[in-house]
């Protein structure tokens, strides 16, 4: 089992950056891939971004391409998002999550952790 600990939301004006930080403990040595999700008030969750354990093979979701960088740090075993131009459509709870693929489909991501809101005021 893998437990995992967000941090780094909060509230920020349009066009603004944040830094989400994610650092697993546990059974770590089985991570493959991970990565990002949020879920917006009222809608389902959606992928965000995801990586490889090593740092290789980072994907994103269409919506956040060019604006957010993922990004590991082997050694601590933690996950970063840097979150820059930062929109109000990108209001959300983000989740960080570990996974047995690389693909951007969170029922292959079997640990989550608890969420960190992120609120882009207009």
């Known amino acids: 089992q893998v437990q995992l600990v967000e941090s780094g939301g909060g509230l920020v004006q349009t066009g603004g950056s944040l830094r989400l930080s994610c650092v697993a403990s546990g059974r770590t040595f089985s991570i493959y891939a991970m990565g990002w999700f949020r879920r917006a008030p009222g809608k389902e969750r959606t992928f965000v971004a995801f990586?490889?354990?090593?740092?290789?093979?980072?994907f994103y979701a269409d919506s956040v391409k060019d604006r957010f960088v993922i990004s590991v740090d082997t050694g601590k075993s933690a996950v970063y998002l840097q979150m820059n131009a930062l929109k109000p459509e990108d209001t959300a709870v983000y989740y960080c999550?570990?996974?047995?693929?690389?693909?951007?489909?969170?029922?292959?991501?079997?640990?989550w952790g608890q969420g960190t809101q992120v609120t882009v005021s207009s």
């Open positions: 999550a570990t996974g047995r693929a690389r693909v951007p489909d969170a029922s292959l991501f079997d640990s």
């Open positions: 990586i490889g354990h090593n740092g290789e093979d980072a």
